[in-house]
Structure formats: C-alpha cells, structure tokens
C-alpha cells in the first residue's frame, strides 16, 4: 500500500494555477516535515517547499517564493501545494515525500526517505 499518494496534477497555460495534494499514511503524521519535490527531463531533483507538520514557518525555493503555498489538513492526513502564477519553467513531475519522524526540515532530496510516486505539472505558453 503507498503511503504517499499525490494528485492534482495536470496541463495549464502560462498564469494558470493548480493545486497537487498528497495523501499520507505513515503513522506521526504531524511530527514529519512534510516536503515538495520537481524534477524536469535531465535535471537533478529540486525542492520546491517544505512545511513541518507539527508547526513552524513553511520553506520555500527561491522560484517559487510568492507564488506557491504549501499548507496541511492534519484531520485529513494531506499535504497540499497551491501553485498561482504558473511559468514554462514549473514544468515538471512533482512529489511529495515526508522525513522521519522528528526529522530535520531541509529543501534537500536526501532528508526525506519516503517518497510519493509523482504527478506530472505541465504549462504551456
């Protein structure tokens, strides 16, 4: 059974938004930093935001900063990134991972060892 699961993904035009969701089933749901990941065709995994689930302030990539909002339903178990002003550039597969329990709380792929299997984000111009 996959204990992350993403959706919401899909095909936009340039200025569009779209808001991807990623369910979780791993227990100490609210004691996980909670993350957004992309990675486009030849291009290493990058993080996109990451939110502590137990509270704290959200990180955010630089790109993305203003533009996306990574937010939690914690009676829902699910993680949302909101995504507004979509670019060209946001073109990617995106996945949702979470850390360990008590994990630290980086932009860094390596923190996070489970993932989700991916929802593909394309905007067209």
């Known amino acids: 059974q996959a204990q992350l699961v993403e959706s919401g993904g899909g095909s936009v035009q340039a200025g569009g938004s779209l808001r991807l969701s990623c369910a979780v089933s791993l227990h100490s749901f609210t004691s996980r930093c909670m993350g957004w990941f992309r990675q486009a065709p030849g291009k290493e995994r990058e993080g996109v935001a990451a939110?502590?689930?137990?509270?704290?302030?959200?990180k955010y990539a630089d790109s993305v900063k203003g533009r996306f909002t990574i937010s939690q339903d914690n009676a829902k178990n699910t993680v949302y990134l909101q995504m507004n002003s979509l670019k060209p550039e946001d073109t990617a597969m995106y996945y949702c991972?979470?850390?360990?329990?008590?994990?630290?709380?980086?932009?860094?792929?390596?923190?996070?060892?489970?993932w989700g299997q991916g929802t593909q984000v394309t905007v067209s111009s």
């Open positions: 991972a979470a850390t360990n329990p008590y994990g630290g709380c980086w932009l860094r792929p390596q923190s996070f060892p489970s």
């Open positions: 939110v502590y689930t137990g509270g704290g302030s959200p």
